[in-house]
């Protein structure tokens, strides 16, 4: 009940968010379309993170943004129909669960042009630009930092359902700490996650708190003092156990969860940060230039050279000084390629 | 339809002749198998008995319509300025919603009339869009509607629908991608079949556990429901048995000799195929075997009454079983059309939500076949006309989901409908064909 309450709720603020840029009157007549995979827009998870990115647009650039919610997988194609018989110049699809039916429907309208999050084609379509996110260097400097945080030497993940979107979050975790041991002889232990055996801990899916919740539980019993979960809003469920069970911390995802979650704050040591809503501002703001003609089947890549991935500011006191200064290195190192976050082993290890 | 119209309104007659191996049927429980209560409110399946159901989904509407203005910001807006203007506003502003939404159910009547008349076939195809859109959502509906009142109609509750598809889409689409070097005539059925077996199988472990042990379906087939989204989970997560290899957690494709045909090939978005047909096709086998045949009048009395049933001869643990095992089937049916006529493959977190749907399906077409397409044309059509209403008025899909629940409470609580419409008639009249034996075994 509370839930409906909520996206009640939340659908009347997005409605006087867009209503009150409609409302300038000064909306281009470029149309882009968003849509979203089965969490819906308002999952605080990377629907609604693209989505910010479309509002973003909305606001600066002045073009027309509408989203389409999916139920299910046979929702994709009449969601994406529905949008080319309006006539929309850019339809932006959240998912790779919607690259079969998004190669299908791009193939058949030339003319329009078409984004997809978390997924790339290969051989490349013209008229697709893939939105693609190098998150393994970004989660490697979480994993870094936690190490170096961690008071009782066992820091963990967990994820939602193992896929490369979520996974490779888990890899460059898992390096990152690795990587702290190495280089300060320690001997930190990651729980919920072995790259090299491709096992981990996963709820299954990417709603249920209260999964949140019980893992959490679970991994702080057994000794961990700092949980990453890689699993949209399940996550928070897991911040609430955090909390109530003190002296430790959460690493947040997708998003900067100070902000997101700011009930949460004391517990969040930093954020893992997959900027879709920067991925895809900069499609639209491509696509809607006047000049543009086509993406030559081009491919957005975000990492942190781009500001595509980042973290955000480690909480205070977790870490010392020496250490942020080391993070701040590690940064420049794994944008000049020094360093190696393990994502490629890990893909190749698969095949 | 093969049959005269005037069988289904008279079953009396059939059901007894078909009723040779239990002559002492006549006698002892003439109330139970009682075809004279039964009879009178489906001899009245006409205008009577959608009387209630045609109420039940305006009153939904009405309330959709005030909840879509609720929730409208430009309707408060216009209200602050002038009352007056906040009650225009209103109006527009449902006109708009529902227009589209009856536009993205059926079509746009002037587009259509117009495309006929130019004779353009894009132009045509392009029109009649919306209906072919709406066929193909009420396409998986029939079949898991018809598996859930098959169900009711034999007293069981099965709430296990979504995981059967589940287990037969496993089924269908390894059929479909393993098969290599089939000709279409045989791979297609054997797809199928493979379908209808899986959900078959996967429902007979709950009957078999009631006849056998009297455990409550609805608990088992709760808990079926899980172990197969596991277990889907299991073999298409990367890595797994049936996942394809590029990293994703989805089957393989199919083959084309397994494809369902379409009716516009060649148009991807013109999605509805011969599954529709099919469905149509098993609405009417389901409607011949309970009242046409010996099986269902065992399955139907067993429904009614498992006592009188096994007094008057019938093997209720088999009639159980069976009941549960062709509800399977249909419910595999609705995953085996979905994934050779239109997804072509199966995702992991595969959800359809037709398994808790057909729940409503069976209710608002009070377990009868005929009352289970009708109600699964509109649920098609409430859905197909949402993604209009969402796109061209930007109202939320769950406004959908709210009237489809409106529809559902007023159906099942029908006193509410006959208060406000002052309607006179009695709760027997349109008793649901439910499980009476809650908590009995």
Known sequence: MRKRLSVVLVFVLLFSLVLSACGREDRGDFQVGMITDIGGIDDASFNATSWAGVERAENELGIQGDFLESQAQTDYAPNITQFINQGYELIVTVGFLLADDTAEFARANPDVSFAIVDFSYDPPIDNVRGLVFATDEAAFLAGYAAAAATQTGIVATFGGINIPPVSIFMVGFESGVNYYNAQHGADVQVLGWNTAENTGVFVGNFESTDDGRRVADELLSEGADIIMPVAGPVGLGSAQAVQEFGNAWIIGVDTDWTVSAPEYANVILTSVLKNMDVAVFDTIEMASNPDFQSFGGETYVGMLDNDGVGISDVAAGAISAEVRTEIEALREAIINNEIDTGWAGYIAGLN | ?441
Do not use: C
Request: hydrophobic fraction near 50%.
């Open chain 2, 1 to 441: 339809m093969h049959t005269k119209p005037s069988d289904s309104a008279d079953s009396e007659a059939p059901l007894d002749r078909s009723e040779p191996p239990a002559p002492q049927l006549q006698e002892g429980p003439r109330p139970i198998s009682s075809p004279s209560p039964e009879k009178r409110p489906r001899s009245r399946f006409g205008l009577r008995s959608l009387l209630l159901p045609l109420l039940a989904i305006g009153t939904a509407l009405v309330l959709g319509a005030l909840l879509i203005v609720l929730t409208d910001v430009t309707v408060y807006e216009a209200f602050l300025e002038n009352p007056l203007l906040g009650v225009g506003r209103g109006f527009a502003v449902i006109g708009r919603a529902y227009g589209a939404y009856f536009v993205g159910a059926f079509g746009d009547p002037v587009q259509l009339t117009e495309a006929l008349l130019s004779g353009n076939v894009p132009r045509i195809l392009r029109a009649i869009y919306p209906i072919t859109e709406t066929l193909r959502i009420s396409t998986p509906y029939i079949f898991a509607g018809l598996a859930v009142a098959l169900g009711f109609q034999g007293g069981l509750f099965n709430i296990g629908a979504e995981g059967q598809y589940f287990i037969a889409g496993l089924a269908t689409v390894f059929l479909g991608y393993s098969l290599v070097g089939v000709p279409q005539l045989l791979h297609l059925p054997l797809a199928l079949l493979a379908g209808m077996a899986g959900g078959a199988l996967w429902a007979a472990i709950p009957g078999y556990l009631k006849a056998k042990t009297g455990a409550h379906e609805v608990i088992t087939t709760i808990m079926l429901n899980y172990i197969s989204f596991r277990f889907a989970e299991y073999m298409l997560d990367v890595g797994g048995p049936m996942a394809r290899g590029d990293g994703r957690p989805v089957s393989p494709e199919i083959l084309p000799s397994a494809y369902l045909p379409q009716f516009f090939p060649g148009r991807i978005e013109l999605r509805v195929n011969f599954g529709f047909f099919l469905a149509l096709a098993a609405a009417w086998a389901v409607w011949w075997l309970l009242y046409k045949t010996t099986l269902g009048f065992e399955i139907r009395t067993v429904g009614k009454n498992p006592r009188a049933g096994r007094y008057a001869g019938i093997n209720v643990p088999r009639s159980i079983v069976i009941t549960m095992a062709l509800s399977g089937a249909l419910a595999g049916l609705s995953a085996a059309t979905d994934i050779l006529g239109v997804l072509r493959f199966m995702p992991n977190a595969f959800f359809s939500g037709y398994g808790f749907d057909a729940i409503a399906l069976a209710l608002l077409g009070k377990s009868h076949p005929v009352g289970v397409v009708l109600a699964s044309l509109l649920f098609g059509a409430l859905r197909a006309g949402a993604r209009n209403m969402q796109g061209i008025a930007r109202v939320p899909l769950d406004i959908t989901s709210i009237i489809q629940g409106l529809i559902i409470v007023f159906i099942a609580a029908p006193e509410i409908i006959r208060q406000i419409y002052r309607l006179r008639g009695r709760l027997e009249d349109d008793g649901l064909a439910l499980a009476r034996d809650w908590g009995e075994g």
